[in-house]
């Protein structure tokens, strides 16, 4: 997996030079779920075609060939986990994320105001910075805050903090297949977790890319960065964005040496030109210790 979408390096630095990014452009207000990690919707089990064998899947990434696949009755988080559920959780437990012990994560240039001090960035995808002091409640590093966000996503969080997370709720992380089949809202072989059109109507569905990236965000569905989990209409079974926003972790390892673990999803990052894992079927391989601004998570339950 490269790095355009989530950077997966491990903990070591990443190559690259200083430099100055654009500055930050914050989304539109409104949207609060409210949503604790209770929320779960309770889905039957069943069979489906997991997977993707058309124009826009990556074959090298695993999402073909298209297979039929059976999951056991499962609930399953309405939300992704936000900001304000991970406060509840470090307040009770005292957790230090992965981010926080070693001191830095990944941070998106384009959040960064102008005069952020000169960063390293990840090579061939130089939009990805090592920020000193980022972590889950300074997503933009030493200055940035959370009090307009507790029902944004939680970021900056790695599958092991998930993990943690979803073991304190007495619950877990979803398997890829879990997590497809509930994404899939019940549209068998659908693109997007509302049919086949990205944009139906004209109306945005996801907190995507528009523009030119990395450089241009026109902000057409509203946002720069991560949106509340609840800014754009569920799918047939009641989710909220699964697609775009953030990546979320599953429980599944993904195939290689290191310990690599899937996620799904695609992220406010993912656009057309470079990128198109904002689909059902599209999955990437990060690092267990690594976190972004742009992975987060939601839980499940037998």
């Known amino acids: 997996m490269g790095a355009c979408c989530s950077p997966s390096t491990g903990r070591g630095a990443p190559d690259g030079v200083p430099g100055r990014v654009a500055p930050r452009t914050t989304g539109r207000g409104g949207g609060s779920?409210?949503?604790?990690?209770?929320?779960?919707?309770?889905?039957?089990?069943?069979?489906?075609?997991?997977?993707?064998?058309?124009?826009?899947?990556?074959?090298?990434?695993?999402?073909?060939?298209?297979?039929?696949?059976?999951?056991?009755?499962?609930?399953?988080?309405?939300?992704?986990?936000?900001?304000?559920?991970?406060?509840?959780?470090?307040?009770?437990?005292?957790?230090?994320?992965?981010?926080?012990?070693?001191?830095?994560?990944?941070?998106?240039?384009?959040?960064?105001p102008d005069d952020f001090p000169p960063t390293r960035g990840v090579s061939g995808a130089p939009w990805w910075r090592q920020v000193v002091g980022a972590d889950w409640a300074h997503p933009e590093g030493p200055g940035s805050g959370i009090d307009d966000r507790a029902d944004h996503p939680v970021v900056h969080v790695s599958w092991r903090d998930a993990a943690a997370y979803a073991t304190w709720r007495g619950v877990r992380l979803p398997t890829e297949a879990e997590w497809e089949y509930a994404a899939r809202g019940g549209l068998a072989g659908a693109v997007f977790p509302w049919g086949d059109e990205r944009e139906p109507g004209g109306e945005h569905r996801m907190n995507v890319w528009q523009g030119t990236f990395p450089s241009v965000n026109t902000l057409a569905d509203g946002w720069l960065g991560t949106c509340p989990v609840d800014a754009f209409p569920p799918n047939g079974y009641g989710l909220h964005n699964v697609c775009g926003n953030v990546w979320e972790w599953c429980a599944d390892r993904w195939p290689g040496p290191d310990d690599l673990r899937a996620s799904k999803g695609g992220s406010y990052l993912c656009h057309e030109s470079y990128c198109r894992r904002y689909r059902v079927a599209a999955r990437q391989g990060t690092a267990a210790d690594s976190s972004t601004s742009n992975i987060g998570f939601r839980i499940a339950a037998d």
């Open 33 to 112: 779920s409210g949503a604790g990690p209770a929320d779960m919707v309770a889905l039957a089990g069943g069979t489906f075609a997991m997977g993707s064998d058309d124009e826009y899947a990556y074959p090298g990434d695993g999402e073909s060939p298209v297979r039929t696949v059976e999951v056991g009755d499962v609930s399953i988080g309405r939300y992704a986990v936000t900001n304000a559920d991970w406060a509840a959780f470090v307040s009770a437990t005292d957790h230090r994320s992965d981010a926080e012990r070693f001191g830095w994560s990944f941070v998106f240039g384009g959040l960064l």
